[in-house]
């Protein structure tokens, strides 16, 4: 079946999702309080899960959601679904607490363990990013037409690769800088949330390593729309990156690559 045409429904639901957050980001009181594992939560991230759960039960009633937010959703439950929604409701909370701006919804259709769609949204630069398996990778401003985006190849600078890294600035930093000293010229730069792998899917960075733990609903999305632009989002040893295989949801460490997967792995495997 081609889920494709799920995309323009889960875009709007992208969009109203976004409209609340916005409203609780331009108000005096996020309601922030932390979770258990030490997270925060703020009343933009429920009302965000709320309306994105309730549309794609209304849009596939016989497809499961499983969110950041879902409660009580065990393993014994969700390890026989064939295909099922991964939602983020606001990716990137201590940005959003922090008011820098760099925070999105994350939607993904995840089939037989692997992404199949994704659509990310970006409510205070009305920016989405979206794909679908086998239709290409997709960025709309605003009211703009939506371009095609592919990562790129590595520039040259002076003869030689200059490597433009991608990093989160509040976790495994140092980690980041330590594996860059492989890289004979590079740049690093910082972005909070799903942006760091959009900015490699459409051709403004060339690598993002994440080495420190993120949650299956942190790169569903974006995965999608990495592949789909021509890259790669790889275990740390380049092995597939899959969804729902272990009780617990925790990501592996990993690479998200632009260009070609073989020069990465000789550049960061040696």
């Not at 979770?35 to 549309?55: C, F, M, W, Y």
């Not at 980690?175 to 900015?199: E, H, I, T």
Request: glycine residues 6%.
């Amino acid at each position: 079946m081609d889920y494709q045409q799920y995309l323009n429904e889960v875009i709007q639901i992208s969009k109203q999702a976004g409209a609340a957050i916005l409203a609780v980001y331009n108000s005096d009181d996020f309601g922030a309080r932390i979770k258990s594992d030490d997270s925060p939560l703020t009343e933009a991230d429920l009302k965000s899960h709320h309306i994105i759960v309730a549309g794609l039960e209304k849009l596939t009633p016989e497809i499961p959601v499983l969110s950041e937010e879902s409660k009580g959703i065990t393993y014994d439950e969700r390890k026989d679904w064939q295909t099922y929604w991964l939602v983020d409701p606001l990716d990137g909370t201590k940005e959003f607490i922090a008011r820098n701006d760099e925070f999105t919804t994350n939607i993904a259709l995840i089939h037989e363990n692997r992404v199949i769609l994704g659509v990310i949204y970006v409510p205070v630069l009305d920016t989405l990013y979206y794909a679908s398996k086998g239709h290409g990778a997709f960025k709309q401003e605003q009211e703009q037409s939506p371009a095609a985006i592919n990562v790129r190849s590595v520039p040259l600078r002076d003869g030689n690769k200059h490597y433009t890294v991608v990093a989160s600035r509040r976790h495994g930093l140092d980690k980041v800088q330590a594996l860059c000293k492989q890289m004979p010229d590079f740049d690093l730069a910082s972005r909070g949330s799903s942006l760091k792998m959009c900015l490699v899917a459409e051709g403004k960075a060339d690598l993002y390593p994440r080495l420190a733990p993120t949650s299956e609903w942190d790169t569903g999305a974006a995965q999608i729309i990495v592949e789909e632009a021509g890259g790669q989002l790889v275990k740390t040893d380049f092995s597939d990156f899959l969804y729902n295989t272990k009780e617990d949801l925790l990501n592996p460490h990993f690479y998200v690559l632009g260009d070609s997967a073989e020069d990465w792995r000789k550049l960061l495997l040696g």
